[in-house]
């Protein structure tokens, strides 16, 4: 890890819960973010883009990759969580390979042909934003032959043992993100091969990544797991019955006696999914 949680305690207060859960969860996350980075394979040197950046903690593995020479500007519409990313590039000894700049992802302020690559996690395909119109949007701020990738977060089976619960949990609003009630079909995330046609990218592929965790777990990672049944499921309480819900709350809640994560034979896995294309040479 770039930094770990005790290097950064204090910058992402609890007070502001949300942006504390990504940093909290990024302990999850961040094997499998390696493991699509690498799949990139993005150019020495290059200069790139993270679209949608949040806090930064995947700039600062973006920026890793690129190595001497490169650079990654990070952008996002917030101007709390980019503070809280300049702070974080900044404790890593990053700032000099990372900047960050506020602004929309739907009509961002650079050039058209700016950076050899664009990335955005767990942006693209979340409402209330056109998928279609982001990703060309993307596509525009890179250079011909350059590479625009697209990542989001594709499912999970973290409650072992308790699968109806799950499926139940998965089918409420909050389950099905990014996808949500009344959407068409084809603007679901996982359909984003047919985004790329419309938007005229070449060599559209698609890849799936897999996470996994098994007993005993570190602090970290209960932390983290514990802060993803939170962003996932906490909104689907008026979707399930209350017998659901209790049982959310005991195998899912932190410090409860009857926590899931204390089970010894605990193993969970998640996906990552990744589109990418080519921009027109």
């Not at 200069?47 to 920026?63: E, K, M, R, S």
């Not at 506020?102 to 058209?112: A, K, R, W």
Request: hydrophobic content about 40%; overall charge negative; aromatic content about 10%.
């Amino acid at each position: 890890m770039v930094c770990d949680e005790t290097d950064l305690a204090g910058i992402v207060p609890e007070a502001d819960d949300y942006a504390h859960r990504l940093y909290v969860s990024h302990a999850l996350r961040e094997p499998v973010l390696r493991s699509v980075i690498r799949a990139l394979q993005l150019p020495r040197g290059s200069l790139g883009l993270d679209a949608g950046c949040g806090i930064g903690l995947p700039a600062l593995l973006l920026a890793e990759t690129v190595e001497h020479g490169g650079h990654v500007t990070g952008l996002d519409i917030s101007s709390q969580f980019l503070g809280y990313a300049k702070e974080i590039a900044a404790k890593a000894g990053m700032s000099g390979k990372i900047s960050f700049r506020q602004g929309d992802v739907s009509e961002m302020p650079f050039d058209d042909d700016t950076f050899d690559w664009v990335w955005s996690a767990d942006c693209v395909g979340y409402a209330p934003m056109e998928p279609v119109q982001l990703l060309r949007e993307l596509a525009r701020v890179v250079k011909p032959g350059g590479t625009v990738a697209i990542l989001a977060w594709s499912s999970q089976q973290l409650l072992p043992g308790y699968p109806l619960l799950e499926a139940r949990l998965n089918a409420t609003s909050a389950g099905i993100g990014p996808f949500t009630k009344g959407m068409m079909p084809q603007r679901h995330f996982l359909r984003a091969l047919d985004w790329f046609y419309e938007v005229g990218l070449e060599e559209p592929a698609a890849r799936t990544f897999v996470g996994e965790v098994q007993a005993p777990l570190s602090e970290d990672i209960r932390n983290a797991l514990t802060s993803f049944f939170q962003m996932r499921w906490e909104g689907a309480l008026s979707e399930v019955s209350k017998g659901d819900w209790a049982e959310y709350q005991r195998l899912c809640q932190s410090g409860s006696s009857g926590s899931i994560l204390d089970c010894q034979d605990y193993y969970a896995f998640f996906t990552y999914t990744l589109f990418t294309g080519r921009v027109l040479e």
